[in-house]
């Protein structure tokens, strides 16, 4: 099997989300959105939460190559020997990152549209909007 050695973060506004380091990531923060679930059947527990989540105490770990889909949570020691790869890369980041201005800051409502065919047969298509509209995102962090 290939190992990934791509280590990245992912922000939400100037908040550091969650790290990937090689084949495993942890979600310091959890958040999907509190009105809509785009991907219908995607929940995972403690994961996809309703409102924003502080979890940097203890962050949830996925172990992408054996779960691309990031459905089962790792634990004991599975999620100590991930974390001691990816919590030196997260305080390497956070010591030395020079924050420049954040490129995806603007939300609009004519993107966020998830209605794919077949979404009809599971009631759940979200309404397209008649034209773009965009604007800020109300982060709340």
């Known amino acids: 099997a290939?190992?990934?050695?791509?280590?990245?973060?992912?922000?939400?506004?100037?908040?550091?989300?969650?790290?990937r380091?090689?084949?495993?990531?942890?979600?310091?923060?959890?958040?999907?959105h509190e009105h809509y679930e785009f991907c219908p059947g995607q929940r995972v527990t403690n994961l996809t939460t309703p409102h924003q989540v502080?979890?940097?105490?203890?962050?949830?770990?996925?172990d992408l190559e054996n779960d691309p889909g990031e459905k089962y949570l790792l634990s004991g020691g599975a999620r100590?020997?991930?974390?001691?790869?990816i919590q030196p890369w997260v305080d390497k980041h956070r010591a030395t990152l020079e924050p420049g201005e954040p490129s995806l800051?603007?939300?609009?409502n004519m993107v966020k549209n998830w209605a794919p065919p077949g979404c009809e047969?599971?009631?759940?298509?979200?309404?397209?909007?008649?034209?773009?509209?965009?604007?800020?995102?109300p982060w709340d962090h």
């Open 80 to 85: 100590k020997k991930a974390l001691k790869l």
């Open 105 to 108: 800051n603007y939300c609009d």
């Open 21 to 32: 380091v090689g084949r495993y990531k942890a979600h310091y923060w959890t958040w999907s």
């Open 2 to 19: 290939v190992v990934s050695t791509q280590s990245t973060g992912y922000y939400r506004g100037n908040e550091l989300f969650a790290a």
């Open 121 to 137: 047969e599971i009631d759940y298509c979200l309404p397209i909007p008649k034209k773009s509209n965009i604007h800020l995102c």
């Open 54 to 62: 502080n979890r940097t105490l203890s962050p949830l770990v996925v």
